[in-house]
């Protein structure tokens, strides 16, 4: 499993997660001093596959060799970590979350609140870090894709201009469609603002989200509606999100 996933990378492809479903049905717990080892100090597709096993099996020592994989780990590891770790939703993930949260670092893992088990009382400690990353490490910083989930989640309306900054300056298109989908939860210009912007977007998961909220006031919004709903090669979830707003016959709603 280790090696298809490591040839995985190589192609520009990730296995890491299938790989790990299928170590679940294979492994054993005599392999699991291989599996932990791989987690420390494998290579790409040993440790994201290792990561993602350990931490879906709940493994005492997943949550240390998250923080390992985030201090130490390339790219695509450390963004495998951060995938794992936001699929545990114990106690005692959520506690050391809020550890690492409170650590004048930007080696750990994101705060607690980006995890499915943190709440409103973690919203200071993910803005927090949410501003750190974005002024040390830039829009494109690899912990930014949890951070503005998870800004999103907890819909905390003080990260809206640190969300507008990542979607004008990030390079990534899927990191942009992200923030426009934490900015419709956290800023009440959106729907008059980015939303219009983010209809010409070239993800169609940014198109759908300003789909469903840019104001129909705007000509520019119901034309641009209108075209979506006509075109026969866009995306069914968008013309869905677009129908959710316009007739049949197109008119605005």
């Given at each position: 499993m ?11 492809a990730?296995?890491h ?7 679940t ?23 994201c ?34 995938d794992?770790?936001?699929?545990m ?32 009382q ?15 490490e830039?829009?494109d ?14 819909g ?18 899927h ?5 426009a ?12 603002g ?13 198109r759908e989200?300003a ?32 129908r ?8 605005a709603v």
């Amino acid at each position: 499993m280790f090696e298809w996933a490591q040839q995985g990378l190589e192609r520009g492809a990730a296995l890491h997660v299938p790989a790990a479903r299928c170590l679940t049905a294979v492994a054993g717990p005599e392999d699991r001093p291989e599996i932990v080892e791989a987690a420390k100090d494998g290579d790409e597709g040993a440790r994201c596959t290792a990561l993602r096993y350990l931490a879906d099996g709940n493994d005492p020592e997943a949550l240390q060799l998250i923080e390992r994989a985030v201090a130490t780990g390339s790219a695509p590891v450390v963004e495998a970590a951060v995938d794992a770790f936001e699929r545990m939703r114990s106690v005692a993930a959520v506690d050391r979350a809020r550890g690492w949260a409170r650590r004048p670092t930007r080696s750990a893992p994101p705060p607690a609140g980006c995890s499915p088990g943190g709440g409103a009382q973690d919203s200071d400690l993910v803005l927090g870090a949410l501003r750190e990353a974005v002024m040390g490490e830039g829009p494109d910083a690899p912990t930014l894709w949890t951070l503005v989930d998870g800004a999103g989640r907890l819909g905390i309306a003080c990260a809206a201009p640190v969300l507008r900054h990542v979607y004008r300056e990030t390079a990534s298109s899927h990191l942009r469609g992200r923030a426009a989908r934490a900015l419709a939860a956290t800023d009440p210009s959106y729907a008059a603002g980015f939303a219009v912007e983010c209809l010409w977007d070239c993800e169609e998961t940014t198109r759908e989200i300003a789909a469903r909220h840019a104001e129909t006031g705007d000509a520019r919004v119901v034309e641009q509606l209108r075209r979506l709903a006509a075109d026969p090669a866009e995306e069914a979830e968008v013309q869905t999100a677009v129908r959710s707003r316009i007739g049949p016959d197109a008119p605005a709603v």
